[in-house]
C-alpha cells in the first residue's frame, strides 16, 4: 500500500504547486522615501556661575588628570597641588589675551593621526557672557596652529607660574 500512495501524493503535490509558488508571506515596511530622521539635540554645557576658564591637562607618563576651572572674581578650583591665585583683573586679562591670540576662532579639536605616546591632552574652554568655546589637543601635535601654541602658553604659564608646584 505503501508503493500505491507515493504516486498519489506526488500527483497532488504536482496539482498544486503552481498554487504554492505564487503564495509569499508579504512584511509590512515603512515606506523609505517617509523615513525621517528625529534631530538629537546637541548638550549643551552647564557651567558654575561667573566660570571664565576651565583648563584640563591629562596623561603623559604620569597619567595626570587635572583641571582648574578660573572664576571672574579670581577663584580657582583645582584638583591639582598647583594652586595659583588670581585677582578679578587679571581674570579678565586672561580672557582679553585668549581673545586677541584668536582662541575663539580655532576649531574643537586638533589631534594627530598618531595619538601615541605619553602625551598631554590638553582641553581649554574659555566662557564670555552666554557663549563658550571648548578646544581639544594633544601635546606636539604637528601643524598645531599658532593661535593654539599661544594659548596654550598663555595658560601654563599664568597657572603654573602664579601657583605653587
Known amino acids: 500500500m505503501k508503493n500505491k500512495l507515493s504516486p498519489l501524493i506526488w500527483l497532488i503535490f504536482l496539482l498544486f504547486l503552481p498554487f504554492l509558488s505564487g503564495c509569499r508571506v508579504e512584511t509590512a515596511h515603512a515606506p523609505e522615501d517617509e523615513l525621517a530622521r528625529t534631530p538629537t539635540p546637541a548638550p549643551t554645557a552647564t557651567f558654575a556661575p561667573n566660570t571664565a576658564v576651565i583648563f584640563k591637562r591629562s596623561g ?3 597619567g595626570l588628570d587635572e583641571a582648574w576651572t578660573v572664576f571672574t572674581d579670581g577663584r580657582v578650583e583645582t584638583n591639582s597641588t598647583i594652586q595659583p591665585e588670581f585677582s578679578a583683573e587679571q581674570v579678565s586679562q586672561l580672557l582679553s589675551s585668549l581673545e586677541s591670540t584668536g582662541f575663539f576662532e580655532l576649531d574643537d579639536t586638533y589631534l ?3 595619538t ?5 591632552v590638553y582641553e581649554v574652554t574659555a566662557v564670555q557672557g552666554s557663549t563658550f568655546h571648548t578646544v581639544t589637543t594633544l601635546e606636539n601635535t604637528p601643524d598645531m596652529p599658532e593661535a593654539l601654541q599661544q594659548t596654550l602658553r598663555l595658560l601654563q604659564s599664568t597657572l603654573f607660574e602664579t601657583g605653587a608646584e
Not at 116 to 120: E, I, L, N, Q
Open 60 to 62: 603623559g607618563i604620569a
Open 116 to 120: 601615541c605616546c605619553d602625551r598631554y
Open 112 to 114: 594627530p593621526d598618531d
